[in-house]
């Protein structure tokens, strides 16, 4: 990852220069974000979790090198060279395996970590903050970081072993849980303090050195903190610099360091410029993405119906509704409340629970079937710009084609464009 060092390096120095996350693994949201980098002559950072992706498949059915297969063939076709597309590891550690006792939950994220490192994936979250079953809960932080720090060892020795580019590392774990707040963002939020910042890293610090990684330590290139944003289901806590600033100074005495930013979605463009001027220049982006998705589909449907009729439609989004009230369990614990405000938070939630229905064959057959409907029957630019006005605009323009999975990827690209302008102010030296 020595792009990614330098670039960290060149933050350092003082550029307003950082790198986004595209925390999804949707294929049309990864081949949005590979066609943005072949248009901007920019590397893309790809990332999948422990949850997503493991050595028993996880809830996309792939292993760490199946998914690096499958973003290397969508890359190929495209035509962004390999050594552009950065892969990296979210929260890995004990998280998918919770329940079970601390040392098997370890064990397991042991191979997890090597799978990871012999695929290629070379930027890893370390994160070992969850309690496993026997547990104190919380963690203490002793523990925390000497967990991190045995699976930072099995890594170096999987990447001794595979070769490649030498990895860098995350640490620590932010406030929020991973894809938004379960609770409703009512009083305000936490920001971490420099206090814990610095615990976070003396703590992890000394777990290195007891491990024998102290050359290692040189390639943690950023903490994982609360910067003061976060979103639930129907709102977003929106980021305020001076709220950040202390925090903000705080990683200055560090010289190889930076934060990263979890759930920064669904903030203004203007914010994410401030985050990364604010040294939060690692900006991990997920649900926005496939929300941004999930707005073109739904738009596609209510086209599909005007255009074509509800007896010719293909019914995307009550067959979508369908399938998620007959298999509630990606949904039930994060939508409270009664049937009609579950009903909003399945549609329109930005926690966008919606995310993990796509997959499934009768969804699939939908989108197909609506796709190949609207391309045999092309839509009249008055009834696109009622549903699809950003897209309407820009095949007047000539700037988009007359297929409506373009229209859903532009859509996408639009939230991808927010980051890009944000963390790559001059790209012109990233041009291959």
């Given amino acids: 990852m020595q792009q990614l060092l330098e670039l960290i390096q060149r933050h350092k120095a003082g550029e307003p220069v950082g790198v986004f996350s595209v925390c999804s693994a949707h294929p049309w949201v990864i081949e949005a974000a590979l066609r943005q980098a072949v248009e901007r002559g920019t590397a893309v950072l790809i990332e999948a979790t422990s949850n997503q992706v493991n050595q028993f498949g996880g809830y996309t059915g792939m292993?760490?090198?199946?998914?690096r297969d499958a973003v290397w063939q969508q890359a190929d076709a495209i035509g962004l060279p390999r050594e552009r597309v950065w892969l990296g590891g979210d929260h890995l550690g004990p998280?998918?395996?919770?329940?079970?006792p601390a040392e098997e939950a370890m064990q397991l994220a042991e191979t997890l970590?090597?799978?990871?490192?012999?695929?290629?994936?070379?930027?890893?979250?370390?994160?070992?903050?969850?309690?496993?079953?026997?547990?104190p809960s919380p963690l203490g932080d002793d523990e925390v970081a000497r967990r991190a720090a045995r699976l930072c060892a099995v890594a170096e020795n999987s990447w001794q072993q595979h070769g490649g580019e030498a990895p860098v590392y995350i640490i620590g774990t932010e406030v929020p849980v991973p894809g938004g707040a379960q609770e409703?963002?009512?009083?305000?939020?936490?920001?971490?303090?420099?206090d814990a910042v610095e615990i976070t890293l003396a703590v992890h610090r000394s777990a290195w050195m007891a491990q024998g990684l102290a050359a290692v330590w040189l390639r943690v290139i950023a903490v994982v903190v609360q910067p003061g944003v976060e979103f639930d289901n129907h709102s977003v806590e929106r980021y305020q610099p001076e709220r950040?600033?202390?925090?903000s100074r705080f990683i200055e005495n560090w010289p190889t360091l930076v934060y990263e930013a979890h759930s920064t979605d669904y903030q203004a463009p203007q914010a994410y410029r401030q985050m990364v001027r604010g040294h939060f220049a690692i900006l991990k982006v997920g649900p926005a993405l496939t929300f941004a998705l999930r707005e073109a589909l739904f738009a596609l449907d209510h086209i599909e119906r005007e255009w074509l009729g509800e007896h010719q439609a293909s019914h995307l989004c009550s067959t979508l509704e369908q399938v998620m009230c007959e298999r509630p369990d990606q949904w039930r614990r994060y939508y409270p409340g009664k049937p009609?405000?579950?009903?909003?938070?399945?549609?329109?939630?930005?926690?966008?629970?919606?995310?993990?229905?796509?997959?499934l064959p009768e969804v699939c057959a939908a989108v197909d079937s609506m796709l190949d409907n609207l391309r045999r029957h092309p839509v009249p630019q008055a009834l696109l710009s009622q549903y699809l006005p950003e897209q309407a605009r820009a095949i007047n323009a000539g700037q988009l084609s007359s297929d409506p999975q373009d229209w859903v990827l532009h859509k996408i690209s639009e939230v991808l464009a927010d980051y890009a302008n944000a963390c790559q102010p001059d790209t012109r030296e990233y041009v291959s």
């Fill in 340 to 359: 009609h405000q579950q009903h909003l938070h399945r549609q329109y939630s930005l926690s966008d629970r919606v995310r993990y229905y796509w997959p």
């Fill in 184 to 194: 409703a963002l009512e009083e305000g939020m936490y920001i971490t303090t420099p």
């Fill in 95 to 100: 998280n998918a395996w919770q329940s079970q």
């Fill in 63 to 67: 292993q760490p090198h199946q998914f």
């Fill in 113 to 135: 970590i090597a799978d990871y490192i012999a695929a290629g994936f070379r930027k890893i979250h370390l994160d070992c903050s969850m309690s496993c079953a026997g547990d």
């Fill in 244 to 247: 950040a600033r202390q925090l």
